[in-house]
Antibody, heavy 121, light 107 residues
């Protein structure tokens, strides 16, 4: 069965960077793009971007452009999301979610359990 | 960016009620709206895509409709497990924006 297992909670100081991992199993890693979504405490979902696991190609939301880097390791079927220059408003749960492209459209069918990143001095 | 606006933000309802949530896009997204359900402390769960195509295993009391800029999610007869927050998302163009969410609470 498809599983997306994310790394554990992190506490970081303002200005630092954080790297969240998303280890996948149960499907062919390179067949599905992966998205990352941000959810601040008590707030809604915000799309951060996506990565093509085949070639590492990325598409980022403008809001996070320049601070986010999405990468992958095909040998371990793991995706990574690194966010730099952290500020308090980056305190959030970060989710990875698999893109299911059917040929006529796309949706996010499987989600990781989420990783809480707390930015605090 | 395409803005997705959900209404209402909160809806109070009872078991057995029929509930409709609306999602409006700031420009046409054709049929490319997906709905998710999220419970506290949990990851969102995919419900339906392409405005009205239910994921396998999603109860038939859930239905979706719409195209262009206006979409609805309807729950025909609320069950206790349905009390959650619901989000729409457009997957028509980047960035794939979400609505702000509709919280379904017990009356």
């Amino acid at each position: 069965q498809v599983q997306l297992v994310q790394s554990g909670a992190e506490v970081k100081k303002p200005g630092a960077s954080v790297k969240v991992s998303c280890k996948t199993s149960g499907y062919t890693f390179t067949n599905y793009w992966m998205h990352w979504i941000h959810q601040a405490p008590g707030q809604g979902l915000e799309w951060m971007g996506m990565i093509n696991p085949t070639n590492g190609g990325t598409i980022y939301a403008q809001k996070f452009q320049g601070r986010v880097a999405m990468t992958r390791d095909t040998s371990t079927s793991t995706l990574y999301m690194e966010l730099s220059s952290l500020r308090s408003e980056d305190t959030a749960v970060y989710y990875c979610a698999r893109d299911h492209y059917s040929g006529s459209g796309t949706y996010l069918d499987y989600w990781g359990q989420g990783t809480l990143v707390t930015v605090s001095s | 960016d395409i803005q997705m606006t959900q209404s209402p933000s909160t809806v109070f309802a009872s078991v057995g009620d029929r509930v409709t949530i609306t999602c409006r896009a700031s420009q046409s997204v054709n049929l490319w709206v997906t709905w998710y359900q999220q419970k506290p402390g949990k990851a969102p769960k995919f419900l339906m895509w392409k405005a009205s195509s239910l994921d396998s295993g999603v109860p038939s009391r859930f239905s979706g409709s719409g195209s262009g800029t206006e979409f609805t999610l309807t729950i025909s007869s609320l069950q206790p497990d349905d009390f959650a927050t619901y989000y729409c998302q457009q997957c028509h163009s980047y960035p794939y924006t979400f609505g702000q969410g509709t919280k379904l609470e017990i009356k």
